[in-house]
């Protein structure tokens, strides 16, 4: 299996129709207070778009859900582990991310067999309050070290600028929010994350047929 290398987040459908169809293969779906109507309404408007563009969805958190509506893969976090029930996502056949911290949360996380670990804060982010301020990219380094081929995420506080030092570091992928969604032109910056994220093509010299 292999993750596109841009791993864009954003809290409604709206916003997964609004920039998928740009090219983005691999997106998370992580909305915050919500009742579970409104979950299932986004999680399903949310795989529409998906299934038409070939990407790859990950529902955040609500891996019941997830599990009801046919979802391919589910993150949680180390509080969501203590309430969700890995087998059955196992059992429904969902792949499973898991987000990790410090040591303890990999071992935790490593136990599981996930499908990738994330780790973060790579550098501060605005998005959320979080005890950890900022891991910096050698701890990826740490993390490749220890996680054999299991894909490695780098999250918060990513830039296009700051990318080429996570993969440098040992991330596989390289996750962002607000890079996106506060950016005066969304579309644009989707647009340059891919451009820098993907592989060139390779050209066809001039002249040639
Ligand atoms: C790719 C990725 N990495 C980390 C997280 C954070 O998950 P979690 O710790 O459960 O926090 P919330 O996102 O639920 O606030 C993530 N969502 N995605
Ligand atoms: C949702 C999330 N989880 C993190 C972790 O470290 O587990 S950091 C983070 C926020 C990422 O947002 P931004 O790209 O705007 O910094
Ligand atoms: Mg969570």
Redesign the pocket.
């Known amino acids: 299996m292999s993750l596109d290398r841009f791993?864009p987040?954003f809290d409604s459908a709206a916003w997964i129709e609004r920039l998928v169809p740009l090219g983005i293969k691999l997106v998370?779906l992580?909305i915050?207070d919500a009742d579970d109507q409104t979950i299932r309404t986004e999680i399903s408007a949310a795989k529409e778009v998906c299934a038409r563009t070939g990407t790859t969805l990950v529902i955040?958190?609500y891996w019941q859900a997830a599990i009801d509506l046919g979802c391919d893969w589910i993150?949680?976090?180390?509080?969501?582990l203590d309430d969700a029930d890995t087998d059955a996502i196992r059992a429904a056949g969902i792949k499973l991310?898991i987000?990790t911290h410090d040591r303890a949360e990999l071992s935790r996380a490593m136990a599981l067999k996930p499908d990738y670990v994330?780790l973060?804060p790579i550098y501060p982010t605005i998005l959320?309050q979080m005890k950890w301020h900022e891991q910096g990219v050698e701890k990826l380094s740490k993390w490749r070290a220890e996680i054999g081929d299991t894909p490695l995420?780098a999250?918060g506080g990513m830039t296009i600028q700051r990318a080429a030092g996570a993969y440098d570091a040992g991330a596989d992928v390289v996750?962002a929010v607000t890079d996106i969604t506060l950016n005066a032109d969304p579309e644009a910056q989707v647009k340059a994350w891919l451009h820098a994220t993907r592989p060139p093509h390779s050209a066809t010299p001039r002249g040639d047929a």
Do not use: P, T, V
């Open positions: 791993y987040i998370q992580r915050k955040n958190d993150h949680l976090g180390q509080e969501d991310g987000s994330a973060g959320k995420i999250i996750s």
